[in-house]
Every structure is written in C-alpha cells, then in structure tokens.
T-cell receptor, first 114, second 109 residues
Framework: DGGITQSPKYLFRKEGQNVTLSCEQNLNHDAMYWYRQDPGQGLRLIYYSQIVNDFQKGDIAEGYSVSREKKESFPLTVTSAQKNPTAFYLC?????????????FGSGTRLTVV | GQNIDQPTEMTATEGAIVQINCTYQTSGFNGLFWYQQHAGEAPTFLSYNVLDGLEEKGRFSSFLSRSKGYSYLLLKELQMKDSASYLCAVRNAGNMLTFGGGTRLMVKP
C-alpha cells in the first residue's frame, strides 16, 4: 500500500536539544510539506520542497531545518532555536502543485518539550 | 495577503444536516479543498471545488462561489463518527495550499 509515514508518533525533547522528525513516502510524489498544528488551530506551513535537493521556507520556518536528499524522504529538524516547539507536526505530499486531491498527509508526530 | 475564515465550533444532532461555512481572500485562486480531521489524526481529503456550484459526494456536498469568496460543506444524515474538525484550504496562484483554522463539529445523540 502506498502512503506517507511519519515517525515517531510521540517525541519528547529536553530544553536545548535538537530533534529530527522523519517523513517517508512511497507515492512517488514530487512535492513534500511540513506543517505545524497547535491545539484548536489550523495548519501553518514550515517548509516545503517541490523537487529533490531543493526546498523553500514557509510561513514559520525560524528554528526549523529540513533536507531533501531523496525523493521519498523529507526529515524535519526542530532546533534549540525554536522556543515553543510543543505542537502536532504533520508531513504531507502531493503529486505536484496541481492535483485535484490536494495533499496526502501522514499520521503526525506529537512533540512535547519536557 | 491571505485570509481564510471558518467558525471555530459547531454542534449538531445525530441525523440532522449541518452547513460549515468558509470565506476566503487570497492572492489568486486555483481551487478550494475540504478535509476532515479526527483528533490526533491526519487530515483526510473530502472534496475539491474549482468551479462555481455544488459538488455532491454521498452524505457530503461542497459549494463554491468564487465571486463571493465563499464555500460551504454540507453534511447530511449526521452520524456520531462525523464529530471531527473540518478544514477549509485554498490553493493560491502559486499553487500552495493555505488552511483555515478549522471548524470543530460535535455531533450529539
């Protein structure tokens, strides 16, 4: 079955630590995205990549970094510079910018600072 | 700039009909999507509108008026499992999706 997999499902981070969230897709989608969702709020775009080895900042990129070395993978690192990282993180992919189905989402990673 | 507005919460009764509205102002328009998201889970695709009018898909329908910057999602014969958040998202001229804050729907017996 094709899909998009995020891991881990739950992640705890200590103050000052960097953590990396994994996102892998086997849908052969060109574009991948990272969103942050805070309780009761909508999705805010962190980073996106429309092609391998290229990525762009979204609306709230500060304190985050990404890489896109393979088409299938788009890991997100939450750095110590992100002062309020506790949130639900969603990875998504799409076949390209024009798709009548929008994005396919992973099941999310819930990050908590302890 | 881009702005997408939805009501924060709605409550409805099992078996009833509910309409969730979405108004938007975006730089260019290339389609509007509705997603369903159960708590702690991934959003799942419900509908897509790019032309004015009503798209019907089983118990769910979605309407779009581009001139008014307005859409609604209509849910009929509500079931308890329809309790979820409903996200409106607009694809802009740059083909990026911008999401509204979501509407949390509670279905009561």
């Amino acid at each position: 079955d094709g899909g998009i997999t995020q891991s881990p499902k739950y992640l705890f981070r200590k103050e000052g630590q960097n953590v990396t969230l994994s996102c892998e897709q086997n849908l052969n989608h060109d574009a991948m995205y990272w969103y942050r969702q805070d309780p009761g709020q909508g999705l805010r775009l962190i980073y996106y990549s429309q092609i391998v080895n290229d990525f762009q900042k979204g609306d709230i990129a500060e304190g985050y970094s990404v890489s896109r070395e393979k088409k299938e993978s788009f890991p997100l690192t939450v750095t110590s510079a992100q002062k309020n990282p506790t949130a639900f993180y969603l990875c998504a992919s799409s076949i390209g910018p024009i798709s009548n189905y929008g994005y396919t989402f992973g099941s999310g990673t819930r990050l908590t600072v302890v | 700039g881009q702005n997408i507005d939805q009501p924060t919460e709605m409550t409805a009764t099992e078996g009833a009909i509910v309409q969730i509205n979405c108004t938007y102002q975006t730089s260019g328009f290339n389609g509007l999507f509705w997603y369903q998201q159960h708590a702690g889970e991934a959003p799942t695709f419900l509908s897509y509108n790019v032309l004015d009018g009503l798209e019907e898909k089983g118990r769910f329908s979605s309407f779009l008026s581009r001139s008014k910057g307005y859409s609604y999602l209509l849910l009929k014969e509500l079931q308890m499992k329809d309790s979820a958040s409903y996200l409106c998202a607009v694809r802009n001229a740059g083909n990026m999706l911008t999401f509204g804050g979501g509407t949390r729907l509670m279905v009561k017996p």
